[in-house]
């Protein structure tokens, strides 16, 4: 679909037909949004949803990923980055290189992502960067993520919280906040913020963690050993009907850098991350408890990778004027998506949402209140659904098989200005001591420890298993 049949579209839907070539893009958005929330929206006690889960992966843009989408505000080809001195650089198609090996991981820390945002010219893509970061896949590329957007609702204007790395951004996931951090810093025994999962066990509501590898929750302290669970146990509860009221899932974080990681964290091959959001996806999909859930795959943030639409202000107990101090700007866009038998199938929702827009809608179906200023003044995800029209047809979707990547040989990739300010990642030696030192054990997620049926991909994980066990 071309830019002009989108704004065409798109003020159709905003009862705007006619004026798509007069009125900015943005206000059609954003009125087309309106329309989308405006419909009937039940009180929490007769809201039927008992049963959230959330699918954390990491690092990709929405351009990045989907700018190709049909009925999406999205860009890839066609567009241009400068380079230092001014010269123009074009985005342009990753694949058949699915990994990254040889570039540097695109900086995502608190400065990079402002200089890339350069003061809402969102033109330091590649300044910040080098070429990898202004590439971006195509749909034949992406084996699962395309098609269960197709099927339920993705957001075309899902932002990650924070202009910043990745444990501020799932922190915020966690408590839309990050206790004031910009880095990948690890506290000494762990936060002492509020989490959801905190006011949930307080209701009596039951929680759980489950992580393929590398606990991120461990972040939290000795209280977040009880969540822990093994992403085994994820399919076993699915399964048997036994998810908790709110389950957050993690991919495999062990081996980033070596590029046999399953999160599609660069330099992970991103087909193996979409093998695994496929059998969490439809472990969903087939459990008792997707006729009362509700089911959201979404990036911690953008990664560094390009994207055209800037990042929007919002309130938060830490926002500034001075842009490098305030909390109160998000980070660009990531893919998000909604699953459940109450979302508008096959539809694309302009409703500007972020990470804690899920936490506000779990906690008004719950009555768990706000955690904080943040959480209060979110967008509420739940507006989007269509309570009134559910659909309980599970849609036949790819179970892609797919391996780990092949670990990057010769050169190791350059570690980046980014990597530097970021801090150390979830899989670093910092994060495995701070494991060690806090009694949690862990094993490498092995593609037959994170799958429920391995066999069914015959000797594939096999072949891979000698190189990323």
Known sequence: MGRREFLTRTAGLAGLAGLATVLPAETLISQAAKVQTEHGFPSPRNMPIDTFVVLMMEN???????????????????????????????THPLAPDFQGCGFADPDHSWA????????????????????????????PDLPFLPHVAKAFTLYDRYFASLLGPTYPNRY???????GGQITNSIP????????????????GLTVGYYASDLPFAALFGKRAVPWIRHVSDYYADAAAGNLPNIAFVDPAF???????????????????????????????????????????????????????????????????????????????????VAISP???????????????????????????????????????????????????DVPDLPRPVFPPGK???????????GEKREGPSIDSPEFRAYLDKMGIKWEPATPQRIFPDPGRFGTVFQTAGKGSA
Not at 172 to 178: I, N, V
């Open 254 to 336: 062990n081996g980033e850098e070596q590029g046999i990681s399953g999160d599609e964290h660069p330099h992970g091959d991103i087909r193996y991350g979409q093998t695994f959001m496929s059998e969490i996806t439809h472990a969903f999909l087939n459990s008792p408890q997707f006729r009362r859930g509700a089911m959201f795959i979404n990036y911690d943030e953008w990664g560094g990778f390009f994207d055209h639409v800037s990042p929007r202000f919002v309130p938060d107990a830490r926002q500034s004027k001075k842009l490098y101090k305030n909390f109160g700007v998000t980070g660009f866009r990531v893919p998000g």
């Open 188 to 203: 000494a025994g762990g936060n002492n913020f509020e989490t959801i999962f905190d006011r949930a066990t307080a209701a």
């Open 60 to 90: 990709r843009s929405f351009d990045h990923y989907l700018g190709w989408f049909p009925g999406a505000d999205g860009k890839n080809k066609g567009l241009s980055y400068p380079d230092e001195q001014g010269k123009q650089h074009a």
């Open 172 to 178: 915020y996931m966690w408590a839309a906040q990050s």
């Open 342 to 392: 109450y979302v508008r199938r096959g539809t694309v929702s302009h409703a500007t949402v972020t990470h804690e827009s899920i936490l506000k809608m779990i906690a008004y179906r719950f009555g768990l209140g706000f955690l904080n200023k943040r959480h209060r003044y979110a967008s509420q995800i739940g507006r989007t659904f269509d309570f009134d029209h559910p659909n309980f």
């Open 407 to 417: 670990p990057c040989v010769g050169a190791a990739p350059p570690e980046s200005k």
């Open 112 to 139: 990079g992502g402002r200089e890339e945002y350069n003061h809402g010219k969102l033109d330091g893509f590649y300044i910040a960067n080098d070429s990898y970061a202004i590439g971006y896949y195509n749909k």
